[in-house]
């Protein structure tokens, strides 16, 4: 079965799990839960990981599962006595356990629970039919898998930026993890920070290969170089000399034609020709207020160290506040054209407009007030650029409630957002309150993919769904490890006279899906970073991260506009990194 049918299985699993648990499920849908258990080894899996994952039975069931469920050894009959002995462990940590499982005091444990028994129901069913036949049981793999921990390339963080030009294949941007490469910075200003706590200070033109955390390669260009004690004995290579810092504060130039200098303004350095080991007798030590010429037919002689021929972290730091006064100006100019435009329904800002009124999200186009959100829960916090309003999405409660009224032929949905962690299977951006035939979910997966999910009509028969359900049209990964914290534009726009369904990150298009229905698509009564389910005590989508721009338009934005979006909007000047 392809990866992409089976994300859909799954899903409806879980959605059926839910119902089961709740006792709200119907024959047919629990004959449906039935049958897709039966069918497929694969959500067989899913489901007892379901239930492992959740924190209330994670050590207990791992640990009672261990004896039963290694190598795949494991029937019907071993995992049901297990998942009881599972229920207990969880029924036993509840004082106020009685018959009725989904009391008040039971919530979180209850639901557990009940999706436990909801297995249980369904294996207990596969082993009777079985049994019935006489035939022998099938033994799925149902091996505890090993819980791997995420892992990090990373030997360094790009921490600030001034005007730089990188001559990279993909974009840089402030906080990104910087793996083992080479940083070719064409123009501007750029800090890096190491992992061993060393810091450098690029000026473009320069070019700078990460070895390691305690050792790099100035290949070509002007760096200065902060070390504090916990990184002592960090090394910068060059192609004249290897300057080995004892904590201190330092700069290096490597000249076109080769030559380096290197001035020390606190502390003192050694310097070791290339190639030699460090050889005692070839070292050079260099004190603060003195420098080194090294030239490439292998002379030095000693030079006054020049600390204002190296931009410092202060003088950074000024840089770029001015270039954030700049960036907000900008910006400012640059929405108001978002403003005017006909076919932009919604436009949330995030800017509180005055005192008294920070629990209104106010809509700046067309109806004005009348589509202005109810902000519940979300405090308020800094966005994209110091000066920018974002709201804090971070509580399962938190959210804000809005009503776009109308009938659209086609959609574009965009914002910028900040994912601090995805934690659930769910994360929601927008949904609709309902999912009747032309309302949208628009959220992200636990798997860091992108998702809008379209209602379609009864009639229409789409792949992998069953009649009448929506459809979800997903996008590769966008969120990874590197992406936490970091702040992306997304969108996705849906445009029936193309046919396609296409997904956005940072301007660029990066999935396209062909619409299996034209609709009429609404909002209607909506969420913003959560939603409303129509039934009680469904499963929580709330959005964990920042917002500090949402667009809803009931048109099929051009590639072009979405790149505008993104380069008008992005933290760093525009063209900083290019074009997209």
């Known amino acids: 079965m392809h990866d992409s049918s089976l994300d859909r299985f799954r899903d409806e699993l879980d959605q059926l799990l839910m119902l089961a648990s709740r006792g709200d499920?119907?024959?047919?849908?629990?004959?449906?839960l039935n049958g897709l258990l039966r069918k497929h080894d694969e959500l067989r899996r899913h489901a007892i990981g379901v239930l492992r994952d959740e924190t209330l039975l994670r050590e207990e069931l791992q640990v009672l599962c261990a004896s039963d469920l290694v190598a795949g050894?494991?029937?019907?009959?071993?995992?049901?006595?297990?998942?009881?002995?599972?229920?207990?462990?969880?029924?036993?940590?509840?004082?106020?356990?009685?018959?009725?499982?989904?009391?008040?005091?039971?919530?979180?444990?209850?639901?557990?629970?009940?999706?436990?028994?909801?297995?249980?129901?369904?294996?207990?069913?596969?082993?009777?039919?079985?049994?019935?036949?006489?035939?022998?049981?099938?033994?799925?793999?149902?091996?505890?898998?090993?819980?791997?921990?995420?892992?990090?390339?990373?030997?360094?963080?790009?921490?600030?930026?001034?005007?730089?030009?990188?001559?990279?294949?993909?974009?840089?941007?402030?906080?990104?993890?910087?793996?083992?490469?080479?940083?070719r910075l064409k123009s501007g200003l750029a800090q890096v920070e190491f992992y061993s706590g060393a810091l450098i200070l690029m000026e473009g033109p320069a070019e700078l290969e990460l070895l390691s955390a305690r050792q790099c390669f100035c290949r070509r260009g002007r760096i200065r170089v902060n070390v504090p004690r916990s990184a002592h004995g960090f090394t910068v290579l060059s192609p004249e000399v290897e300057?080995?810092?004892?904590?201190?504060?330092?700069?290096?130039?490597?000249?076109?034609?080769?030559?380096?200098?290197?001035?020390?303004?606190?502390?003192?350095?050694?310097?070791?020709?290339?190639?030699?080991?460090?050889?005692?007798?070839?070292?050079?030590?260099?004190?603060?207020?003195?420098?080194?010429?090294?030239?490439?037919?292998?002379?030095?002689y000693t030079i006054p160290a020049n600390p204002r021929a190296f931009v410092s972290s202060q003088e950074l730091k000024v840089l770029r506040e001015q270039?954030?006064?700049?960036?907000?100006?900008?910006?400012?100019?640059?929405?108001?054209?978002?403003?005017?435009?006909?076919?932009v329904v919604a436009f949330y800002d995030f800017e509180p407009k005055r005192e008294g009124q920070d629990r209104v999200l106010h809509n700046q186009r067309n109806q004005g007030a009348a589509l202005d959100g109810a902000i519940v829960g979300c405090e308020w916090s800094r966005g994209r650029w110091p000066g920018k309003q974002a709201l804090d999405f971070k509580r399962p409660g938190d959210r804000v409630c809005i009503y776009v009224p109308g009938e659209y032929d086609a959609l574009t949905l965009a914002s910028w957002i900040r994912v601090d962690g995805l934690g659930r299977k769910y994360h929601s951006l927008m949904?609709?309150?309902?999912?009747?035939?032309?309302?949208?979910?628009?959220?992200?997966?636990?798997?860091?993919?992108?998702?809008?999910?379209?209602?379609?009509?009864?009639?229409?028969?789409?792949?992998?769904?069953?009649?009448?359900?929506?459809y979800d049209y997903n996008s590769?990964?966008?969120?990874?490890?590197?992406?936490?914290?970091?702040?992306?534009?997304?969108?996705?726009v849906v445009d029936p006279v193309s046919g396609f369904v296409m997904h956005f990150a940072n301007g660029r298009e990066i999935s396209r899906?062909?619409?299996?229905?034209?609709?009429?698509?609404?909002?209607?009564?909506?969420?913003?970073?959560?939603?409303?389910?129509?039934?009680h005590g469904m499963m929580i989508r709330n959005f964990n991260g920042r917002m500090d721009e949402l667009i809803i338009a009931g048109y099929a934005f051009k590639h072009e506009e979405i790149q505008d979006l993104f380069q008008k909007g992005k933290p760093e000047l525009p063209d900083v990194f290019g074009s997209p």
Not at 25 to 32: D, G, H, N, P, Y
């Open 25 to 32: 499920a119907s024959a047919s849908e629990l004959e449906r």
């Open 73 to 183: 050894e494991a029937s019907s009959t071993s995992l049901l006595s297990t998942l009881v002995k599972g229920k207990q462990v969880l029924c036993r940590q509840q004082p106020g356990f009685r018959s009725h499982l989904f009391s008040t005091r039971l919530r979180t444990a209850g639901l557990v629970a009940c999706m436990v028994m909801g297995v249980l129901i369904t294996m207990f069913f596969l082993s009777r039919t079985a049994q019935d036949n006489s035939q022998p049981v099938a033994r799925p793999d149902l091996t505890v898998p090993t819980l791997l921990e995420s892992t990090d390339d990373g030997v360094a963080v790009l921490t600030q930026s001034v005007a730089a030009v990188w001559d990279q294949e993909s974009a840089l941007e402030i906080g990104d993890t910087l793996p083992l490469s080479v940083l």
């Open 243 to 300: 300057t080995v810092d004892l904590g201190t504060e330092f700069g290096l130039e490597v000249a076109p034609e080769g030559d380096t200098q290197v001035h020390v303004f606190d502390g003192k350095v050694e310097l070791y020709s290339p190639g030699t080991k460090r050889a005692p007798e070839g070292r050079i030590e260099v004190s603060a207020g003195s420098g080194q010429q090294i030239e490439r037919s292998g002379n030095s």
């Open 323 to 343: 270039e954030v006064v700049h960036r907000d100006s900008l910006w400012r100019q640059s929405i108001q054209s978002m403003k005017l435009d006909q076919r």
């Open 431 to 470: 949904l609709t309150d309902g999912y009747e035939v032309g309302e949208v979910h628009w959220q992200i997966l636990q798997t860091g993919k992108m998702r809008l999910g379209i209602c379609h009509t009864a009639e229409i028969k789409v792949p992998g769904t069953r009649d009448g359900a929506g």
């Open 476 to 492: 590769p990964t966008v969120f990874d490890l590197p992406q936490i914290g970091q702040w992306i534009h997304v969108a996705v």
């Open 513 to 535: 899906e062909p619409l299996h229905e034209v609709v009429k698509f609404r909002i209607g009564e909506a969420q913003i970073g959560n939603w409303k389910p129509y039934r």
